[in-house]
């Protein structure tokens, strides 16, 4: 005690980062409507110990996204973590749910594609506070690692990732396309690829329909023209390719009004980095986690919709206090 009073530290009063974060998300994560997503598509036990609450679950779900935690990982934070069991209200439970529980309730979310609903529940919460508009769009994807090694028990590499080349470098694995707000960077559609997939093959299925422009970096020159987009009335703004950008004569009014214009298509689509940058930076999600399109894809709209949450949390607890 004498020691920790000449550093100064107060254990009874001082709050950390995390804790920081989780009464923050406490207060902006919309619980009640996510719970009653998932209690509609959960069978009733009828038989054994009951099972834990669904709150509870989505909780333990949930910190594994924010903190980049495995079954295992999870299950044992939370015998070594008393915010965790705070959090997740198991402060004075008698058990906790181990691996085997964490894994099922993640497979309940796959098998009825809930984390799908769990980012259109969060962006229909934000949209009816006015946070989500729809007259703009701005589309890009990003790579995700996959495991290239192959000493696993099937002695492969995952069949459903592949390899592309980024510019002399080599990535394994897949890509995340999203669709933002282009007004305030919240992702309202996810598509997951393998690596090795076209950008602009994606482009028609990041869009909702309602959008008037649609704002996209030089790798998806020729979108507008091809079949798929045919029926989408949106104007598509397409970033000008480096090189031909690097040849305007700035000196002449028209090169002048382009590179401008190219200036202002870029801060529209930087939008799109900041969801990027939440999942990879704040969430620690470099790497995928499991086998499969289909399984990373829905972690994919998870850690989206939580990072939605991130993004305009300060303004959501604003609008709570007033």
Same mark, same amino acid.
């Given at each position: 005690?004498?020691?920790?009073a000449?550093l100064?530290?107060n ?6 980062r995390?804790?920081? #974060?989780? =009464? ?5 994560v ?7 997503l998932i209690?509609?598509?959960?069978p *009733?036990?009828?038989t054994g110990? %009951?099972?834990f ?6 909780r333990?779900?949930f !910190? @594994?996204?924010?903190?980049g ?5 999870m299950?044992e ?6 915010l965790?069991?705070?959090? &997740?209200? !198991?402060?004075?439970a008698?058990?906790?749910p181990?691996?085997v ?5 993640r /497979?309940l979310?796959?098998e009825?594609q809930?984390?799908? @609903?769990?980012?259109?529940?969060v962006?229909? &919460?934000?949209?009816?506070k006015?946070?989500l !508009? ?5 589309i =890009?994807?990003t790579?995700?690692a ?13 069949p459903e990732?592949?390899?592309t080349k980024?510019g ?6 897949? $890509? ?9 960077? !919240?992702?309202?559609t996810?598509?997951?690829?393998a690596?090795?997939v ?9 869009v909702?329909?309602?959008e ?6 030089a790798?998806? @020159?020729?979108v ?9 009335e ?5 970033a000008?390719?480096?090189g031909?950008?690097?040849?305007? =004569?700035?000196?002449t009014p028209?090169g002048? *009004?382009?590179d401008e214009?190219e ?7 930087? $939008?799109?980095? /900041? %969801? ?5 930076r704040? #969430?620690?999600?470099?790497k995928?986690?499991y086998?499969?399109l289909m ?6 709209h ?9 993004m305009?949390?300060?303004r959501?607890? @604003?609008?709570?206090?007033?």
């Open positions: 005690m004498k020691k920790q000449e100064g530290l254990l009874s009063t001082r709050r950390t995390k804790a920081v #974060f989780l =009464d923050e998300m406490e207060l902006v919309p619980w009640r409507e996510l719970v009653a209690s509609a598509a959960s *009733v036990a009828r110990r %009951p099972p609450a669904h709150e509870t679950m989505l333990i779900h !910190l @594994q996204q924010w903190f935690l495995s079954d295992l990982a299950e934070a939370m015998f070594e973590t008393p965790y069991r705070d959090f &997740t209200g !198991l402060s004075s008698e058990r906790i181990d691996r529980s964490i894994l099922r309730f /497979h979310l796959e009825h809930l984390s799908l @609903q769990i980012l259109a529940t962006n229909s &919460t934000l949209a009816a006015g946070l !508009l729809k007259n703009g769009t701005a =890009d994807a790579l995700i996959a495991p290239s090694s192959t000493k696993n028990s099937s002695g492969e590499r995952d990732m592949h390899q980024k002399n470098q080599w990535h394994f694995g897949m $890509k995340a396309h999203i669709g933002v707000d282009a007004d305030s960077g !919240l992702v309202h996810v598509v997951g690829t690596a090795n076209n950008d602009v093959t994606q482009a028609s299925a990041l909702h329909g309602e008037s422009d649609v704002f996209a970096d790798g998806y @020159q020729g507008a023209k091809r079949e798929e987009t045919q029926g989408i949106a104007h598509w703004h397409v000008m390719r480096p031909k950008r690097r040849v305007l =004569d700035k000196a028209m002048r *009004v382009l214009l200036h202002v298509k870029a801060r529209i689509r930087a $939008k799109v980095e /900041h %969801p990027f940058r939440v999942i990879k704040q #969430f620690g999600f470099v995928v986690r086998r499969g399984k990373n894809t829905a972690q994919l998870t850690l989206f919709a939580l990072s939605n949450l991130w305009v949390r300060h959501l607890m @604003q609008r709570a206090q007033g």
